[in-house]
């Protein structure tokens, strides 16, 4: 189906492309449009404008700091993370993104993208979560962090707010990860997802089962311990033609304890 007709612009920089967003209710922001795009050609959302920011360099790039803080710009690609040297400080982002979809989607979409759609099937909001990333965002009024457990407020919802931008993403250094999911088909959205994060104490996210990524805590790694976690959390799984909620449930539970024995495997 053929878009209609809408607005363009290519902002050169972040205060251009606030204030154009500022300016207009029904502009949004276009970043690698692999969401946007079909999203509008189905007639299922209408923006007013498009406000293509693929020109910024100040939203581009990946950056490792002395303490192994990884510093994501929000228009880096999945491709450009999984071939990057600098992510490699965290191994776990690349093995997501690779998993994304296919070649012609790994190479146009954006984390920023995929984190601001914050669509429960996605990958990385319940890998970000786990992982205890921040969310950089830039508005007039200047700039603030986000962490994650407040930067998802609902399907397609996020602390991002009219007038701003996600610019960065910011996450903690650490190697003792893992990431589970059963998807549809072999480059798939997720039915059920799990990520988890071994630092201490176990840290797991669950996706595709509520409106937001579902964090867990356990004290052990062991995999009755993680199950019992998830079974005690409080969320309400949908059912669909993909799953029913009690299966989502059963899944959560077998992928939170399969991703939380990968990342403890990777403690050295």
């Known amino acids: 189906m053929l878009l209609r007709e809408v607005g363009y612009a290519r902002p050169g920089s972040v205060a251009e492309a606030i204030e154009l967003l500022r300016a207009d209710d029904g502009a949004r922001a276009l970043a690698g449009g692999q969401t ?12 007013d404008a498009l406000i293509d920011l693929g020109a910024i ?10 303490d192994g803080t990884l510093e994501l710009g929000a228009m880096t690609t999945y491709t450009e993370l999984i071939e990057s040297s600098e992510a490699r400080a965290r191994p776990i982002l690349g093995e997501v993104c690779s ?7 790994r190479n146009r979409g954006t984390v920023g993208g995929n984190v601001c759609t914050s669509d429960p099937t996605n990958h990385l909001p319940p890998l970000f979560a786990a992982l205890g990333a921040s969310f950089v965002i830039q508005g007039a009024d200047g700039e603030r962090a986000v962490p994650a457990d407040e930067f998802f407020l609902g399907v397609y919802m996020t602390a991002v707010g009219p007038g701003e931008l ?6 903690p250094a650490g190697r003792n990860d893992g990431f589970a999911a059963v998807t549809l088909g072999v480059e798939g959205t997720c039915i059920v997802s799990a990520a988890a994060c071994v630092n201490g104490a176990v840290r797991v996210a669950l996706g595709c089962v509520d409106a937001v990524p579902v964090v867990v805590t356990a004290d052990s790694v062991d995999a009755d311990a993680i199950r019992a976690a998830v079974r005690d959390a409080d969320f309400d799984p949908p059912s669909d033609v993909h799953a029913s909620s009690e299966y989502r449930r059963h899944l959560a539970e077998v992928l939170a304890a399969r991703a939380t024995r990968q990342a403890s495997e990777r403690r050295s």
Do not use: H
């Open 36 to 47: 946007l795009i079909n999203v509008m050609k189905a007639r299922a959302g209408s923006p």
């Open 57 to 66: 360099e100040e939203l581009k790039g990946i950056e490792l700091g002395a």
């Open 99 to 105: 998993q994304i979809a296919d070649v012609q989607v």
């Open 166 to 171: 996600l610019t960065k993403i910011r996450v």
